[in-house]
């Protein structure tokens, strides 16, 4: 799947939010519609000759984002051994390590290597104070210094702020369609709705 950011720039969330929040339902969407929620990811790639010759055509992407999902954990507390910290989010501890059978097969991140120039490892922490992103970043120090990715950090943070102050003044968050199984509404009704009732 390609997701385009369809005339978003990067800078959206703090010069225009709303476009930015509608940017985010849109590719919301779109990643809810992908069949068996891409389980198949990569057949038409690596296993059809046919298609996977089309395919390589296409340009590598520079940056890959690898979502996790949604974890309970207790509160922050330093790692087990063995335990990992996560990288920019500083503090806490992953919900899952290597099982102790399979130290054979473990290798160090930094000698793991990545397949893009940048790769985001996100996943979504349930603790009892609330719900916290953990983002580990991983980069080919080759082409990008730790200068950079610290830039890079504080620009990722200043976004996500920006567009959580949006969402809890009202005007980015809300529902899609895929979040409304029993009713068949596009997304300009239910932003009429929201927009309407918001204050109820």
Do not use: C
Request: proline content about 7%; aromatic content about 6%; glycine content about 12%.
């Amino acid at each position: 799947m390609r997701l385009t950011a369809d005339g978003v720039g990067p800078r959206a969330p703090y010069e225009d939010p709303e476009a930015a929040g509608r940017l985010l339902k849109h590719l919301k969407e779109r990643l809810r519609a992908v069949p068996a929620g891409g389980v198949g990811f990569g057949q038409l790639r690596y296993l059809d000759p046919v298609a996977g010759a089309e395919l390589a055509k296409g340009p590598r992407p520079q940056i890959s984002f690898n979502y996790l999902g949604r974890f309970n954990v207790g509160p922050a507390e330093p790692a087990p051994p063995g335990g990992r910290e996560t990288g920019a989010a500083g503090g806490h501890v992953q919900p899952w390590i290597p099982a102790a059978e399979s130290d054979a097969l473990w290798r160090d991140e930094a000698t793991v290597g990545v397949d893009t120039a940048l790769d985001l490892s996100i996943a979504a922490l349930r603790r009892p104070t609330g719900t916290e992103l953990s983002v580990t970043w991983h980069h080919a120090s080759l082409l990008l210094d730790a200068a950079r990715i610290a830039e890079l950090n504080q620009w990722w943070r200043e976004a996500l702020e920006a567009l959580l102050d949006s969402a809890r003044g009202g005007t980015t968050a809300g529902h899609t369609s895929s979040d409304l199984g029993l009713v068949s509404l596009s997304q300009d009704e239910i932003d009429e709705f929201e927009d309407e009732w918001r204050n109820l």
